[in-house]
Nanobody, 119 residues
Framework: EAQLVESGGGLVQPGGSLRLSCVGS????????VSWHRQGPGQDRELVAY???????TRYADSVKDRFHISRDNPNNTSLQMNALKPEDTAVYYC?????????????WGQGTQVTVSS
């Protein structure tokens, strides 16, 4: 059974950086859309970024554009580099994947990792 496991969350001061990692087992990301989502306190889950494996196309939410970067480090790992973090970036971050060439809505989810931005 396919499984995604995130790591790298934690507490960071405003302006700092964190790198989240997502390792997939039971699937190979090459033909998947991999994505990162987040859910802040009292908020709905929202898309942060996604990358389409077969085309390389990448999209970011306006709120993180130019600060966050999604990458594929190897066939079963994706990362989210987060720079210039703000308190409003505080959320549980989830990795997602879907075997598709265009659909970024995951059908596989990780368990989430907490990111807290606070001084």
């Amino acid at each position: 059974e396919a499984q995604l496991v995130e790591s790298g969350g934690g507490l960071v001061q405003p302006g700092g950086s964190l790198r989240l990692s997502c390792v997939g087992s039971g699937l190979v990301f090459g033909r998947y859309v991999v994505s990162w989502h987040r859910q802040g306190p009292g908020q709905d889950r929202e898309l942060v970024a996604y990358n389409i494996g077969v085309s390389g196309k990448t999209r970011y939410a306006d709120s993180v554009k130019d600060r966050f970067h999604i990458s594929r480090d190897n066939p079963n790992n994706t990362s989210l580099q987060m720079n210039a973090l703000k308190p409003e970036d505080t959320a549980v971050y989830y990795c997602g994947a879907r075997h598709s060439s265009y659909n970024y809505v995951p059908d596989h989810w990780g368990q989430g990792t907490q990111v807290t931005v606070s001084s």
